[in-house]
């Protein structure tokens, strides 16, 4: 560990040290159809010209924002939602669009697919904020152009890039609530000529809102680039992350005494484990080639390396009082290649060509704990797969005329597990007056079973199902956009329907084993409505507004007389019951003001709203297997984040921010507990982190 902090002081010396350049003053931009966005056709596009619902922010909406992560930044825009098991320090923060599971979104940091296989989650909580130029959304299905996982959308984080004729250099630290430091730095140029590079290096270290939710974060990235204009260029990112992080679990039930076994301190009343403990190393390596030899001929190249490291040290307290536990170590390697081809055939027809190869290597290694944390010896255990996928698609673009325009395309994809997949899509955009665009995408999408779901050993708890299904469906999304008074006024409004086959969802089985189980069916309508007013006054305000209406059909388990011990018989037929879709909120609100000053002071607030969610546990009578179904409802809240940011001497930002300003309480997620003291097990809530305050000051030059 040692070792990992003098690299990271070490990077963050290099930054500093060419300390060249003017500030730039950043200005409030504008929501245009005029915007330009790649991710949506792997091409650059106008907004106007995209078929689906789309969310673009730059540095200057990350800036003139309260969030403390990217997971809080995306979690503000329309139709996005942000989850995590209870906000603490080393939390995952997963990214659902539109009522989805976070693993039906594709993320990716330079065009690379970031996600975990084996979780098929991507944690967008380790990506620092201060490494992002630009974030592009695409809402609903991209399975034709980024394969399995692109269900409810795809976010693409692009890093920061050297500017021509500018020094970017920014150093910055902060403290607040809980014990959080903050410590951040980069740097870029163009060195001679073409050549230039960008490196930022961060390190984040929080107490936590709770007992044993600490977390020690360090991140640092490059960026060379070799720009020889429209002719050829090349680019070159890295970076490396690595975590080490305490996980609480639930919070126990008010009242709840410590509990203290082996001369260890278990849990208390504020977390239901205090032994606990997580860390991941991530490293991504990525290189991009593109070539605009004619003009009707572009043409790039990416290959792209990845390693993820995850350990977990888990302790428990089991049936005769002892103190056993286990410890683990998931590792993914993913190598990948993309070539694309886009040609403009004739005057209004274009064409996209492409072709995909991923490699995926997992292993889980493992080995059991005695009562006193030891390695138990002969009880280590090795589980490994090997997976590829190769994709080939093409879409084509055709636009007879200014008012309308018509997409179509169609990917190919083999999974060395699940065979072969054809994913179609198609699109139209009708634009009958200059600033009001009609857009419709159907498309359907894939999501193959994780290494992870497949493939986890029993260790008695939980376990993989190598039988799954991979999931299947299609995703609809209409939308209007609209600029009004010369673009002060942008407004959005889309109604989208999704629909799953073999929804993959992890539940406690008959027997009260934690498995993934295909679901029957799985599918939403829902309604979107957005808009941006400014920059106006000084000022400017969103607002947006979101209803999902979506239902899963899983397994209804019903009380049967088993015998003692309970035994599932063989042929047994489990009834199906269609509920609402598990954690997933009705109603979602959000509100975001901005307001300047001509001294130099910018306030922002915002406010969210979630509706209430449904969830639902497997419970028994007297013992396993299950003998019915549990709904509990984790209550709606409201949040609310204020941010003061004033400007000093050019160069200088000294901000404060307050987040869940009023301290409301809510729950993200639940899970039982079980008290030692009384032997009684109850359902709990993975907490919300309470109000926190941060200082920062940053220059800028």
């Not at 984040?204 to 640092?220: A, C």
């Not at 694309?340 to 995909?356: I, P, Q, W």
């Not at 073999?502 to 979107?528: C, H, M």
């Amino acid at each position: 560990m040692k070792g990992r902090i003098i690299v990271f002081f070490v990077a963050l010396i290099m930054v500093a040290l060419p300390g060249l350049g003017n500030a730039q003053n950043k200005q409030e931009d504008t929501v245009t159809l005029k915007e330009v966005v790649v991710t949506a056709t792997k091409t650059e596009e106008k907004r106007s010209d995209v078929p689906n619902s789309i969310v673009i922010m730059d540095e200057v909406d990350i800036q003139e924002s309260s969030a403390q992560s990217l997971g809080e930044l995306l979690a503000n825009e329309l139709g996005i939602d942000w989850r995590t098991q209870g906000n603490y320090g080393g939390a995952a923060e997963a990214i659902d669009i539109r009522g989805m599971s976070g693993n039906a979104t594709k993320v990716l940091v330079n065009g690379v697919d970031i996600k975990s296989p084996s979780l098929g989650l991507a944690d967008v909580g380790r990506i620092p904020l201060n490494n992002i130029q630009r974030i592009e959304v695409v809402k609903g299905s991209d399975s034709v152009l980024y394969g399995s996982g692109a269900m409810g959308g795809t976010v693409n984080i692009i890093t920061k890039a050297p500017k021509r004729d500018k020094i970017d250099l920014e150093v910055a630290g902060g403290y607040g609530s809980q014990g959080t430091s903050y410590l951040s730095a980069e740097q870029g140029m163009f060195l001679k000529d073409d050549f230039g590079y960008y490196l930022t290096a961060t390190r984040r270290e929080t107490d936590g809102f709770r007992d044993n939710g600490d977390l020690d974060h360090n991140d640092v990235s490059l960026k060379l680039v070799l720009d020889k204009g429209r002719l050829w260029g090349i680019s070159l990112y890295g970076d490396y992350i690595d975590r080490e992080f305490g996980r609480p679990g639930v919070k126990p039930p008010e009242g709840t005494q410590d509990y203290v076994n082996s001369g260890l301190k278990v849990y208390n009343s504020d977390s239901a484990s205090l032994l606990d403990r997580g860390s991941d190393e991530d490293a991504h390596l990525v290189f991009q080639f593109r070539s605009m030899p004619l003009e009707w001929l572009d043409f790039k190249l990416r290959g792209d390396y990845t390693t993820m490291e995850n350990y977990n040290y888990t302790r428990y307290v089991d049936f005769f009082g002892n103190l056993p536990g286990s410890k683990s170590w998931t590792t993914n390697e993913v190598k990948g290649v993309e070539g694309t081809v886009d040609m403009e055939l004739f005057k209004g027809t274009s064409m996209l060509l492409g072709a995909d190869y991923k490699d995926y290597e997992w292993e889980n290694k493992g080995v059991n704990l005695d009562t006193t944390g030891a390695e138990v010896s002969g009880t280590e255990s090795v589980a490994v797969a090997d997976l590829h996928t190769n994709g080939i698609f093409a879409e084509a673009q055709y636009r007879p005329c200014d008012y309308f325009k018509a997409t179509a395309g169609v990917r190919h994809e083999d999974h060395s597990t699940f065979g072969n997949e054809v994913l179609p899509r198609f699109g139209a955009i009708v634009t009958p007056w200059g600033n009001t665009v009609f857009k419709v995408s159907h498309g359907k999408h894939f999501r193959a079973p994780t290494p992870n779901d497949l493939f986890w050993p029993d260790d008695g708890f939980t376990r993989g199902n190598p039988n799954l299904k991979p999931e299947t469906g299609w995703h609809t999304d209409c939308t209007i956009e609209q600029g009004l008074v010369h673009d002060t006024i942008f407004i959005t409004a889309s109604y989208f329907h999704w629909d799953v086959d073999n929804k993959i969802q992890w539940e406690p089985d008959s027997n009260g084993v934690f498995t993934p189980q295909n679901l029957r069916s799985y599918e939403a309508d829902g309604a979107e409505l957005g808009m941006r007013v400014g920059p106006v006054y000084n000022m400017t305000i969103s607002l947006s507004y979101t209803y999902t209406d979506a239902e899963e059909e899983s397994r209804a388990y019903t009380k049967q007389d088993y015998g003692f011990p309970p035994l599932i018989p063989p042929d047994f037929q489990y009834s199906w019951v269609k509920r609402r879709a598990i954690y997933t909120p009705e109603h979602q609100f959000k509100g975001h003001l901005t307001y300047w000053t001509g001294f130099g002071l910018t306030s922002i607030a915002t406010v969210r709203y979630v509706s209430d969610r449904i969830s639902y546990r497997t419970e028994t009578d007297v013992a396993y297997p299950a003998t019915k179904t549990v709904t509990y409802t984790l209550d709606s809240y409201w949040t609310v984040d204020v941010k003061l940011e004033q400007r000093l001497y050019n160069h200088w930002l000294l901000s404060l921010q307050g987040n869940n300003l009023f301290d409301k309480e809510y729950d993200t997620y639940l899970d039982s507990f079980q008290d030692q003291g009384t032997g009684k097990t109850t359902v709990e809530g993975f907490p919300g982190a309470g109000r926190s305050v941060f200082l920062r000051v940053t220059y800028e030059y």
